[in-house]
């Protein structure tokens, strides 16, 4: 009876007080009592679907009591949520995909997958480099890029024909000019001097799929210097900006696009590629 009271009690307070549904959460999981946890971090859920930090301490109890498939769906479906909800302030509370997927990559490891937790673990160190203010930081580490351009963004722009890209195998242009790789795949081009100054920025104009959980990563080397990766992680295409430094204006400078994270689920038949739609300089 004390326990039930004790839960009806929790759910009123998280109902009328949200906020302390964290503490509740975790006194709960101190004190042992694993369902009542996972209860309030429900409610919360069910409540708030857009409380991301709420979805990492569901999936933190659920692991805790050994259910790691379900911590796992969890973790996949905030961050599809976190993906959909970006740029939206109202519904970005708790939002932290460096947090997200390191958190995921625990629950894969548990569930033994350990090569889909070796590419979630590279994703959060990406995200914890691209927020880190360390000056010691390598300059050789890869960057995610986060901006976003407006897709009708053509301001003083130079199109970059992607019919002139040398291609490895399982990368194709399409009747519409789009770059389509369907594998793990590179394809390179040499941008001349007059093309780029000393301060530059490519817009890229990117989709891809989904498979295991994860969409495509294109990893982006412009020069020997400059190395980034872009997440593209919706069908939909969006519009990318990578800004880059050259250092002498009188050379050539090669660009290389690589598709580094090919996969194929063979529940789902889901297959993970990548299209680069456009591409352009300013």
Known sequence: MLTFLGWVLGAVVVKRFPENFEWQVKSAMKKGNLESA????????????????????????????????????????????????????????????????ELLTDALVQQGRISFAQETSRIAKDYRASSSTNADQSPEELQPVVETAAVDDTTDTTSIDLKEFESSPGVELNSGGTMRFSNSSTATISLEPSATGISSELIFKVSGSKALGLGSILKITIGDENAFLIYADSEVPRAVVVPFEK??????????????NDAFDPVTKSDRNLEVHQLAIR
């Open 247 to 260: 250092r002498d204006v009188n050379s050539s400078l090669p660009l290389t696009l690589e598709f580094i």
């Open 38 to 101: 996972e209860r309030i971090a429900r409610s919360r859920v069910d409540d708030e679907h857009y409380d991301f930090g709420a979805h990492r301490l569901l999936a933190q109890v659920l692991l805790k009591s050994g259910k790691v498939d379900e911590a796992v769906s969890t973790l996949l479906m905030s961050l599809d949520r976190m993906g959909a909800a970006s740029g939206r302030d109202v519904y970005t509370r708790g939002a932290d995909p460096a947090a997200t997927y």
